[in-house]
C-alpha cells in the first residue's frame, strides 16, 4: 500500500494531490518497506512504473502471471481455477460493501460540524512538519474508518498547510501513504470486519494481533521514514 511505485490507491492519491511521481521520496520508502515486509511483485511493479500502464492493466498481468507460475499447484487443472476464481469473486462482493459501508460512514462524519472544528484544530498543532504530516493523515483516516478517505480529507483541508511549512511533497507523499494505514485499522473499519468474517473470529478474539500488525508497526515504519527524510535521504 504505502511502497514506493506500489500502484496502490494511496499512492495514486498522493500523486494526484500533490503533483508527486508514483516512485516519491524513493530511497528511504524503499528502506522501510523492506524493515516491514519485502513481496516480490516484480512484474505490477516494473508494468505501472517503468511501461506506464494503468493500475487496473498492471494488477491484470500481474494476476495473470500469478496464474501461470502457479498453476500446476491448484488440483484439477481449469475447473480448479475456475473454482479458485469463482470464489475470489464471491468473497470480493462482502469485501466491497463493507468498506463501501465504510466510506460512506466516514462521508457522513466529514460533512458534520465537529469534523471541520477537528481539522482546524489539527492546522494548529505546532510539531516538526514530518511529524505533523504523520498525525494529522493518521488522525484523519481514523475518523473515516479509511486509508484512502482520510488522505482524500487530509489533503482537501491541509495540502495549503503542508506548502506553508515548506515540506518537501515527496516526503508528503510518502509519509502520508504509511500513516493513513495506522488509525484506519480501528475497529470499525471495512477491511476488519471483513477480515474478522472470513476468519470467525470476535474482536476480542484477534483485534489485539490486528492492531500490533496494522497500527503499532506502520507507526514505527512511518517513524524510521522521517527520521531518514530528516537525514535527508
Known amino acids: 500500500m504505502s511502497g514506493p511505485g506500489s500502484p496502490s490507491i494511496q499512492n495514486t492519491i498522493a500523486m494526484k494531490s500533490l503533483g508527486t511521481p508514483a516512485t516519491a521520496a524513493f530511497l528511504p520508502s524503499l528502506i522501510t518497506s523492506v524493515i516491514i515486509s519485502f513481496l516480490p511483485i516484480a512484474v505490477i511493479l516494473f508494468c505501472f512504473n517503468i511501461i506506464k500502464l494503468p493500475v487496473e492493466t498492471s494488477v491484470i498481468i500481474g494476476v495473470i502471471i500469478a496464474v501461470v507460475l502457479m498453476f500446476r499447484w491448484v488440483k484439477s487443472g481449469i475447473n480448479g481455477w475456475i473454482k479458485v476464481f469463482n470464489k475470489g469473486a ?49 488522525i484523519c483516516a481514523g475518523v473515516c474508518g479509511s486509508a484512502s478517505g482520510g488522505m482524500g480529507v487530509a489533503f482537501n483541508a491541509l495540502t495549503d498547510t503542508y506548502i506553508k511549512l515548506g515540506v518537501d511533497l515527496q516526503y508528503v507523499h510518502r509519509i502520508s501513504a504509511i500513516a493513513a494505514g495506522t488509525l484506519d485499522t480501528l475497529p470499525h473499519q471495512g477491511a476488519q470486519i471483513t477480515l474478522l468474517g472470513i476468519c470467525k473470529l470476535t474482536h476480542k478474539e484477534a483485534y489485539w494481533d490486528i492492531a500490533v500488525t496494522q497500527i503499532f508497526i506502520p507507526f514505527i515504519a512511518c517513524g524510521i521514514f522521517i527520521l531518514l527524510a530528516a537525514l535527508g535521504l
Open 90 to 138: 464471491g468473497d470480493s462482493v462482502v469485501a466491497i460493501l463493507n468498506t463501501a459501508i465504510v466510506v460512506g460512514f466516514g462521508g457522513v462524519v466529514q460533512n458534520t460540524d465537529a469534523f471541520g472544528n477537528l481539522v482546524e484544530a489539527l492546522k494548529s498543532l505546532s510539531m516538526n512538519p514530518l511529524i505533523f504530516v504523520m498525525i494529522t493523515v493518521a
